[in-house]
């Protein structure tokens, strides 16, 4: 993805989270499903897409798709997962629903647990007057997760490169 198609991108998602799409229910009256291991994001990425990896590359392997129902391209096999590429390459991972982290985090989960399991997480927080959600940016080296929540429990995670991650929350982002 070109870094203008990133910029569209974050103005369609901004747009789609003031409309209050892409919201899933969470919070602790709302069980826990089980995550399976092919579920599980690392902040290698996952299996057959790792980032770096080109989109030329990912295409070519066949682990890309387009579906009428999704935002954008999904992984192959991977379907709760939105990759967003800039210059040609894998930087980031849009996570939905039930996938996690490697530390058992995801939609859903209460931001105390976030912090337990990621205590050197860094605060973000969204502009005032937007209705975008704040942060918790946890870094490790160059990629990191960041973890969108609505002041209780968490709405989003993003995987890959923390400088990214930290440049989409500040330039924008919506729940595709």
Known sequence: MKLRQFAVLA???VAASASGSGTHPSGPDIPARPIGPGQVVGLHGLSGAEFGDSETELTRRGMLRTAADTCGT???GHGTASPIFVDDRLVLLWLDDPMSTPE???VGTPVGVVLSRYPSAVRLHAPPRT?????LLARDGERGYLFLHDGTAVREIIAGYADWARRLFDEGYGPC
């Not at 209705?131 to 942060?135: E, H, L």
């Open 104 to 106: 058992g985090i995801t």
């Open 74 to 76: 999904t992984l192959a």
């Open 11 to 13: 103005a369609l998602l």
């Open 131 to 135: 209705y975008r959600f704040d942060g």
